[in-house]
């Protein structure tokens, strides 16, 4: 496990899809040539597990398994960051005992959705996951309906595991943790660039960085306003649907996933295919995980 100011060296880490073999179970091998196509952009680290890589879509078996896999292969290249929040405290406790078992650096950590809870349960929920291991909170309003408020944050970032916030209120929000010292990286691509070099925070937690992780290299090493401007409409496109419906699309037009759907995800309509095929074919192939995207063949399209 590496000391959590090493972990916080990490400017780029990508939130990696999980991908599936034609039989709905997990395609191991495409998995590992998405974290190698990460590891050669000079990403960071990886979020398993997270959102985008549908833990919420996994039995925890799953779940642990992946996260186990991932240290096992990627450790000595990567930051493995496992997504073991829950809204169920309990739950949440035990999964993370698992990963840090397994040898992940650190633990992602929400606040309990659906069944929302007090201020006062919210914070006693980080407290108990936080006594276990290094972790970054994630707030993200628009997935559990409640803010993460500084009044929240500020004090459970003294706990000696608090890593820092994945945060996805705003660039306003992140300078005023960073001039406090508590790290912040951003949650909505959008924003990095800027979020970066003009709020200062550490760096992002990416969706986009799965399908172009060199260009999100370069957006976080320095300044680059053009290629920020440039790539705004893909980012656009890749959360046109609620995430990760889009850059699961994207992945299976460029090549490098199954063209197979967890359900209740399904792909994107041809029309907005046709508007990503369009945004990812004027990149340079070089770029793009897979290749030039075309449109997913739906005779070969696999719902499960």
Partial sequence: MRSIQSIKKASLITAIKTPYLMSGEIDLQAYDALVEAQIAAGVDGIIVGGTTGEGQLMNWEEHLMLIAHSVNKFADKLVIVGNTGSNNTREAIKATEYGFASGMDAALQINPYYGRTSTAGVVEHFERVLEIGPAFVY?????????????????????????????????ERIAHYESQGIACWSGNDDEAHDGRHKYQS????????????????????????????DLQPLMSWLFCEPNPIAINTALIMTGAVNPVFRLPYVPLTREQQIEGQTLINALEEQYIVGGKA???DETLLKLC
């Fill in 202 to 229: 550490h760096g992002v937690i990416s969706v986009t960085s799965n399908l172009v992780p060199r260009l999100f290299r370069q957006l976080m090493d320095k300044p680059d306003d053009a290629l920020n401007r």
């Fill in 139 to 171: 707030n993200v309003p628009g997935r559990t309906g409640q803010d993460l408020t500084p009044d929240i944050i500020e004090p459970i970032a003294k706990h000696k595991n608090f890593i820092g916030v994945k945060e996805c209120a705003g660039n």
């Fill in 294 to 296: 075309n449109l997913v």
